[in-house]
């Protein structure tokens, strides 16, 4: 047995978070300085830019991409602030960004506003003379970060030691994981999966053996699992700060699912009280939800589905009708401002935007875009040979899987 008791550490993304909730739903972008005033810690980058307004940074960002014309391709998220998505040539969830960025041969530079691993997965996807830049390094994830390599491989390792030689253990991760947890992945006969296709990568897996380590969200993990018919009782927590993570053998053995203990500090905001105010508040609303919301939320709403499957249900929606959401906020208010004539809004009342979704700040985008004008690659992601081979294993078999 590796594992062994330690220190739990909390994410610097989740303390961050609590930074931008506020309640008058102004996610205005201001200049870098003003937003670094809040004290957070981002990538430092040349006075200039800090100084530089949101109009000012906009028109220097439309210049730089028409300069660079078809040799940039740049992919947004929906989490993206407006000021940085309205510049995507592609917007989507993180399923279809790694899509596109497969798609992509023409482009010399991708550049990829959203978060580490997002980068990470269009480096692996593009092909090697294809250079993927990530305009502020300091963008991961909290929930990504709850998965380290190296408590991942204490796990693997003491599961098989633990497990009869009859089960055979199937690892999944979820797209939102490292690029060194998507290789220990495809390394033994795992795959990654997103929130679009997480069923059908769950029948992949028991085709394949008769447990699953499901990494790193334990909500996704649990929500999909509970859809397919598993009893919740067949499912573990491993928490990777006790010894076996905090199981006897026999329960080890006993389990069908062991679920990481991660989680999204975003989506575990949602809660009951807040569906069943907007029931009380709203008559005929819809309430639809983000899978990495807690079991109990993901129950009591209407719907359940990936970021493309929420955009989906609501843009093809009868005009007049109600939809509460719980998912992140500018993907939300995006949606009620392209959606006029709908009624749209967060379940949640406290304006949380994602913190790290949020780091990509016009300011970044204009640097990135300025230094490849003077032919400099600021930023760029590269993985590994040996981790880039093994996760591009794992990520071909979650684009097969749809
Ligand atoms: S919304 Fe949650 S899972 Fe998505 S990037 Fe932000 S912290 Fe990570």
Known sequence: ???????????????????????????ASKTLQEEFEIGVQWQKLPISYMRTSPEQLSNNIQKAKKT????????????????????????????????????????????????????????????????????????GCSMSDMAQK???????????????????????????????????????????CTSSNADAAFDWAFERGDKI???????????????????????IVWNPFKPLGGHTE????????ILWQGHCSVHTRFT??????ARET?????????????????????????????????????????WAVGTE??????LAEENPDKTIFCLDSVVCPCSTMYRIHPAYLSWVLDGLLEGVVVNQIQVDQKTREFSRIALERMLSVV
């Open 1 to 27: 047995m590796v594992s062994k008791t330690k220190k739990p550490s909390i994410p610097i993304t989740e303390i961050e978070q609590s930074a931008f909730c506020q309640t008058d739903e102004d996610l």
């Open 68 to 139: 660079l014309g078809q040799k940039l391709v740049i992919l947004g998220h929906h989490y993206q602030r407006n000021e940085v998505i309205q510049f995507a040539d592609f917007r989507g969830d993180s399923f279809k960004l790694s899509q596109f960025a497969a798609e992509q041969k023409e482009a010399e530079f991708i550049v990829f506003c959203g978060v580490h691993f997002m980068a990470e997965t269009a480096d692996i996807l593009s092909t090697p003379q294809q250079k993927v830049i990530l305009p502020n390094m300091t963008a």
């Open 150 to 192: 190296d408590d991942v491989l204490d796990c693997w390792e003491d599961i098989n030691d633990v497990i009869s030689s009859k089960s055979s253990l199937i690892p999944m991760t979820y797209m939102n994981s490292a690029a060194a947890i998507k290789s220990l992945c495809g390394e033994n006969n795992g795959i990654v």
């Open 213 to 235: 380590l499901f990494l790193p969200d334990q909500h996704l993990g649990r929500n999909t699992a509970y859809k397919k018919g598993i009893k919740l009782n067949e499912m």
């Open 250 to 257: 026999e329960v080890l053995e006993k389990a069908k699912i």
């Open 272 to 277: 009951v009280d807040q569906i069943r105010q």
């Open 282 to 322: 709203h008559k005929d609303i819809n309430v639809i939800v983000h899978p990495e919301c807690t079991f109990d939320v993901v129950n009591e709403a209407d719907l359940c589905g990936s970021t493309e499957f929420i955009k989906k249900a609501i843009v093809d929606s009868p005009a007049g009708t109600k």
């Open 329 to 334: 906020i500018s993907m939300v208010n995006r």
